[in-house]
């Protein structure tokens, strides 16, 4: 075969066959000697991991654990410290003789960490003898019990032991108690807190006392506790002995012999009345009823007495230990009381009984008597009074009616906080304004009839600056020609009608009473029922006080006629009468009175001026006057009681002329002006309701 044709023979392809397993040719897998070196190699690897990340912990006992746990997760000793990783360890050691210990520790990142524990000693216990005596312990303060005992469970460490037995000196010692569930053994010697002291009596079979114990018949030794002792000898017939010992502990000793001598009688005093004084034998004893022991076989010579009583005598001898019971009654001593009283049929009761005799003078016992006058009607009066037997005596009594009785009881005068000073008006019924033909008559001055009740204060003065500048230290009423208006003795000036009752307001706080006035839409209105604090006088008060000054207390329901002006009906007034429009108010006074001096520009200091029949000063003159009512010139009502004024008006009432008036009409006593605001010739005075029948 050619070349040729080797190459043009045809290749045909072969058939794929995967290859197959050989026979004896097994799966791959891990065999056990293989999975053992894994694991091993696994173990040391994580070994070698915690040997180099985990953490030393030293833990030591004090005293040496005997046996000790610590668990933890993945805790190997090594040495005598732990490789640990941090977290919690838990620690349980135990020693003989101490509380076992189970704690848990905190490991942190630390590389060294060291932990000591230290085990708490089991208590201890101690047992306690005294040999025969019985004694009582106590323990800290605690109290245990009598001898023998033991004390069990006490902690180790000092504890304070204190024993005591009657008859024995107190003991108190400090105990170490060694602890460790050990017992430990203290036997006690107590030392006696005793001496002996013998006793013996003249006569013999005396009975001795100590300390409220009987112990016995003399003669006797016994034993006594230590320190200052007081014993008593006593025997029936004689008189006790007591006799104050100072016992020393373990010594013996011998009380001198003890003579008793015969007892005391006694004596009871017993009088009718009561209270009266006694001696013997010129000896001052005291007031029966009284009981006394007297020595026996002895004359004693008792002398009874009392105030008012004749005296008694007796004498007495008493046996020994005989006892006697004296009941004297005293007669009195009288003497003579003329009763002088009105009305003549007041009832009279002596020491709380009703008297019914006509005569007017009573035989009376000579000692203090209580005398009461009474009648329908009448305020009653008690008086005590002593008769004389050797001198007559009158009591005199005028009883007052009740309504006298209450003004009694009201002080004519009242000092207030400042030196102010106001005085009692009585009640009157009077008669204000004046009649339409009267010369110098104004319209404005209607005539009424006013019943004024009740009786009331009403100020002696008016404020001055000094007292009303302690309220407002920045009112300025200025300067009225060349008179300075602020001099501190002048009356204030220049205030408004509210100003004056604001003032009226703060002095009754001032002084702790009510207020007289509550404010009401910027203004001030009255209370109702009348309080008990300062305010302005109303204008039928201050007419009564000022016009109907003279008129007697109790003419109830009298009108008094009085004169035009406060010095009559004439002009001029006499000189130095009031401050009013002289000469020296030429330029700002808008009349002058001719052929009058009253030598003051201004106004005067207050009270300067004679008072009137009441004891009030300048209700004529120096200033013009703030009153409570308002302004009004309705000629309604005609009559009236307590009257205060309208109940209506803008503006308020003043009265009373001023050291500016000078003209015949503002002189009268009618003269009425008004206003609301401050004025340089207006100022105010003080009035206040009385509590009849209370004493302010």
Known sequence: MSPTDSIQETLEPTPFEAPKQQAGVKNSRLSPRRLATLLIAALIGITAWHLFTAKAVLITFTPPAQTESISGWFTLPLGERYLVRPGDLNVQADTKGYFPIDTRLTILSDADQRFALAFEKLPGHLRLTSGEIPAEVEIDGEPYGTTPLTASN???????????????VPLQMT????????????????????????????????????????????????????????????????????????????????????????????????SRPAGALVTANGVYLGVTPIQHSLSPNRNYDFLVSKSGFEPVARSLQLEPTETVTLNLTLVPRLGSVTFDIAPKQANISI????????????????????????????????????????????????????????????????????????????????????????????????????????????????????????????????????????????????VSWNQAVAFCNWLSDQTGLPRAYTS????????????????????????????????????????????????????????DFANLADETATGFAPNIIPNFKDRFRGPAPAGHFKANALGLFDLTGNVAEWMHDRFSTARVPTNAIDWTGPSEGAVR????????????????????????????????????????????
């Open 520 to 575: 009401v839409n910027g203004g001030y209105e009255l209370i109702t029922p009348r309080t008990l604090g300062y305010r302005l006088p109303t204008e039928a008060e201050w007419s009564r006080a000022g016009r109907y000054a003279d008129i007697a207390a109790g003419a109830e329901g009298a009108i008094t006629s009085r004169s035009r002006f406060a010095w009559g009906d004439d002009l001029p007034p006499p000189n």
């Open 154 to 168: 006490l902690s180790a460490g000092e504890h304070i032991v204190s024993i005591s037995a009657e008859w024995y």
């Open 653 to 696: 009432v003043i009265r009373g002329s001023s050291f500016l008036s000078g003209s015949f009409s503002t002189l009268r006593w009618a003269y009425r002006d008004s206003g609301l605001e401050g004025r340089q010739d207006v100022g105010f005075r003080l009035a206040k309701s009385v509590a009849v029948g209370a004493v302010e």
């Open 175 to 270: 105990v170490d108690i060694l602890g460790l569930d050990q017992s430990q053994d203290l036997a006690l010697d107590l030392e006696p807190a005793w001496g002996t002291m013998s006793f013996s009596s003249q006569p013999a079979g005396a009975r001795l006392i100590a300390d409220g114990e009987d112990l016995g018949l003399l003669p006797k030794t016994v034993r006594l506790l230590e320190g200052a002792r007081s014993v008593l000898i006593s025997k029936a017939g004689y008189q006790s002995q007591r006799l104050d010992l100072v016992i020393k502990r373990g010594t013996a000793a011998t009380s001198p012999e003890i003579t008793l001598v015969p007892a005391n009688g006694a004596v009871t005093l017993n």
């Open 351 to 494: 020491n709380g009984i009703l008297q019914n005799t006509k005569s007017s003078t009573m035989r009376l016992p000579t000692t203090p008597q209580t005398i009461e006058i009474s009648q329908e009607g009448f305020a009653s009066i008690t008086q005590t009074i002593t008769p004389d037997a050797d001198f007559p005596k009158t009591l005199s009594i005028n009883l007052l009616t009740l309504a006298e009785a209450a003004l009694a009881q009201i002080p004519e005068t009242l000092d207030v906080k400042g030196g102010y000073r106001l005085q009692r008006i009585l009640p009157a019924t009077i008669e204000l304004g004046a009649a339409r033909r009267d010369r110098g008559g104004r319209s404005n001055e209607i005539q009424r009839l006013i019943t004024i009740t009740e009786p009331y204060y009403l100020g002696t003065t008016e404020v001055t600056n000094a007292q009303y500048q302690a309220f407002d230290a920045n009112h300025n009423p200025g300067v009225l020609g060349r008179t300075l208006l602020t001099a501190q003795a002048r009356p204030v000036v220049g």
